[in-house]
T-cell receptor, first 116, second 114 residues
Framework: DAGVIQSPRHEVTEMGQEVTLRCKPI?????LFWYRQTMMRGLELLIY????????DSGMPEDRFSAKMPNASFSTLKIQPSEPRDSAVYFC???FGGGIGEETQYFGPGTRLLVL | AQTVTQSQPEMSVQEAETVTLSCTYD???????LFWYKQPPSRQMILVIR??????QNATENRFSVNFQKAAKSFSLKISDSQLGDAAMYFC???????????FGTGTRLTIIP
């Protein structure tokens, strides 16, 4: 398996622009997670999905952030409009819950976002 | 709320020596999972080792092993025969049974001295 795939790997944009981050989870995994990593706040869970349905979005910073999972193999995290404080590394992770309890989360390589 | 504490922001070890990274956590749950993740300069988060709280036996993965002390809520990582490729940030993480959310510690930066 190719593992969790994220694109783009690097994104540089200007304040006010829309940014879309993409994630392809590991095939067969039914949970998908979006994390943000910054020096100040460490690793934060933004939102996670189970079977394509958002379960907990309490970590989403504000209305400028939105996430979708239209099918089991694709998810997006959108920031509109972007601000310099959104600069961070954004990770996608997936796991297989299987109904017997949580399993290990496997992370993608991350997207390094810089908002100028 | 669950918290994970890594009290060592930085550690260093001579190549081929052994080093132990500390992690403590706070929870009122009895069933949970603990993890150590490695983040090298590439920033990829890589699973190192996992421990189920109901298992008394400490997990081991090659040169990596844990010392899980449930009563003390301690979960340390021991790296034996340290190698240059072990240099990275190491994050301890917790999730309780039935809840998929991971809570991470602040990380320990490990430097390997040749």
């Amino acid at each position: 398996d190719a593992g969790v795939i994220q694109s783009p790997r690097h994104e540089v944009t200007e304040m006010g622009q829309e940014v879309t981050l993409r994630c392809k989870p590991i095939s067969g995994h039914d949970y998908l997670f979006w994390y943000r990593q910054t020096m100040m706040r460490g690793l934060e869970l933004l939102i996670y999905f189970n079977n394509n349905v958002p379960i907990d979005d309490s970590g989403m910073p504000e209305d400028r952030f939105s996430a979708k999972m239209p099918n089991a193999s694709f998810s997006t995290l959108k920031i509109q409009p972007s601000e310099p404080r959104d600069s961070a590394v954004y990770f996608c992770a997936s796991s297989f819950g299987g109904g017997i309890g949580e399993e290990t989360q496997y992370f993608g390589p991350g997207t390094r976002l810089l908002v100028l | 709320a669950q918290t994970v504490t890594q009290s060592q922001p930085e550690m260093s070890v001579q190549e081929a020596e052994t080093v132990t990274l500390s992690c403590t956590y706070d929870t009122s749950e009895s069933d949970y999972y603990l993890f150590w993740y490695k983040q090298p300069p590439s920033r990829q988060m890589i699973l190192v080792i996992r421990q189920e709280a109901y298992k008394q036996q400490n997990a081991t993965e090659n040169r990596f092993s844990v010392n899980f002390q449930k009563a003390a809520k301690s979960f340390s990582l021991k790296i034996s025969d340290s190698q240059l490729g072990d240099a990275a940030m190491y994050f301890c993480a917790y999730t309780r049974f039935g809840n998929e959310k991971l809570t991470f510690g602040t990380g320990t930066r490990l430097t390997i001295i040749p």
